[in-house]
């Protein structure tokens, strides 16, 4: 089993690399504080660039973010607007799955 330091390093390298799971893994490290202390800017940031390629479990977490005001500014319309992408990409995804 790899050390935390270690998985953390792997896991950042692979998140600024660009990978939208390892951006995804590395904002639910910050919000839940796993091997990095919390900090919510932080995690809506990874979250964000995990949404911005398509990662519906991330936008579905920016959503849940602004309408909790939880590490961005309380703000309903845009946690609506982002759960409805959250929603749209999974159905896409699904559909692509069942074709």
Request: positive net charge.
């Amino acid at each position: 089993m790899k050390k935390p330091d270690v998985k953390l390093r792997e896991i950042r390298a692979a998140a600024e690399g660009g990978d939208a799971h390892a951006q995804f893994n590395l904002a639910v490290m910050y919000r839940t504080v796993r091997g990095v202390a919390r900090d919510l800017v932080e995690a809506m940031r990874w979250f964000r660039r995990a949404a911005d390629q398509g990662l519906a479990a991330a936008q579905h977490n920016l959503a849940v973010a602004h309408y909790e005001g939880d590490g961005v500014a309380q703000d309903t319309a845009e946690a609506v607007c982002s759960m409805r992408k959250a929603s749209i990409i999974w159905a896409c995804s699904m559909s692509a799955v069942r074709a």
